[in-house]
């Protein structure tokens, strides 16, 4: 039985991998010449856990040319524990350009694929009144902080890719700073339908005036890990992330100046107190969203004791 942190090669054929046979199938719904309003879900697994590649993909991008993470070495500062990772992938530059070469492959695989399907849809005569939506639920360490997988807020891990794609509605080309996150998924795709007086019991927000230029008021993105009072949360502004794991176990980056999270603010031996009443004021931020989500964990909220 394959073990998750598995990486290498499959003899199964580029056309019968996993991606392709998910890819495929949603292609041969597209070409079924169906009637009226359809929405259709396509989740390709892969780049993920296992890492395996069939020819071409195996082999398209050179290992000794891989970018190799400037924090590969940085203590992971109790955000979470390190992932296993394949045992043919030593953490080192020379062997992690392997492992990256290989995600870079899966990557190239689901680009290929995600391009059929976009073919699939303008031959189905729908292109331009479908909403295309790519993103994902999580992204990959890759060595960053000395870890593979997820499981923290590090950005490797927790930033996605959020592309939206309607032609005449959405400008081509168009990228905002708006912070977002998954949740806000479900209330935009019912704007864009015309049902947005149906998100009411959706936790996020439509994205759709800050796609379209009108007045959006979002100042950060909201993030959990685990559903207790040992729960992780976090805050995203577009310069600033702030984590809560615990009373004295908080995480305040400048994404600006620190962009691989290896400074913790809040730990610095020259502290600023500025630092401290911005992790204290976000604290709150969290607190508010919790209670107005009517979430009862904003009542056991750690305070921040540094």
Known sequence: MP??????????????????????????????QHKGPFSLTCSILHPHALL????????????????????????????GSR??????VPLTPEGLGSFIALYYGLVAEVDHWVGQLLRALKDSGHEQNTLVIFTADHGEMMGSHGTFSKGNFYEEAFRVPFILRLPGRIKAGLRLDTP?????????ILDYCGLGDQAGHCHGISLRPAVEG???NRPFSYGELGRSDRAKRSIRTNNTKF????????????????????????????????????????RLEIQAYLEGQGDPAYKNLPEIEI
């Open 180 to 188: 977002a996150s998954g949740m806000d998924l479900m209330p935009t």
């Open 243 to 282: 984590v809560l794991a615990g009373s004295d176990d908080a995480h305040l980056y400048d994404l600006k100046n620190d962009p691989g999270e290896q400074h913790n603010l809040l730990l610095e031996k020259n502290r600023k107190p500025a630092h401290v009443d911005l992790a204290k004021k976000l």
């Open 3 to 32: 073990h998750h942190n598995e990486a290498g090669e499959t003899y199964i054929p580029k056309e019968h991998t996993l991606t392709a046979w998910t890819a495929q199938r949603a292609i041969s719904y597209l070409r079924s």
């Open 83 to 88: 992932r296993p990772v394949p045992g043919a």
């Open 214 to 216: 009108k007045k959006f």
């Open 52 to 79: 395996i590649a069939a020819p071409p993909y195996l082999r398209m991008f050179d290992p000794a040319k891989m970018p190799v993470p400037a924090n590969l070495y940085h203590d992971m500062e109790g955000q």
